[in-house]
Nanobody, 123 residues
């Protein structure tokens, strides 16, 4: 399974960005996909996940109500809509796929990782 994250960039605080995670040959269609982020000199942390067919979503407390994860399996793509961005959202964002149909916030639940896309929120 190969994943490619994109959509990062520079945005002002309070603004929005939409990240995309494309799964090669739509190989994520039957799997849960998660988003994680990593700030400089910090450990990678969970952001959000979406189950097979999008039946269940799960968010970290820090982004709940501001971020929304969705998927379009016809395009083999999972999205992360980020609204009301804060300075502390600045990080490299990664998408990851699990072999399971549902996965939560544990990194160990995810088997395949894409390269990151950088998000910078400015004041």
């Amino acid at each position: 399974v190969q994943l490619q994250a994109s959509g990062g960039g520079l945005v002002q605080a309070g603004g929005s960005l939409k990240l995309s995670c494309v799964c090669a040959r739509r190989t994520c269609s039957n799997n849960a996909v998660g988003w994680f982020r990593q700030q400089p000199e910090k450990e990678r942390e969970f952001v959000a996940s979406i189950s097979w067919r999008g039946a269940r979503t799960y968010y970290s407390d820090s982004v709940k109500g501001r971020f929304a994860v969705s998927r379009d399996d016809s395009k083999g793509t999972v999205y992360l809509q980020m609204n009301s961005l804060k300075l502390e959202d600045t990080a490299v964002y990664y998408c990851a796929s699990s072999r399971s149909s549902y996965a939560g916030d544990a990194m160990s639940s995810y088997n395949y990782w894409g390269q990151g896309t950088e998000v910078t929120v400015s004041s």
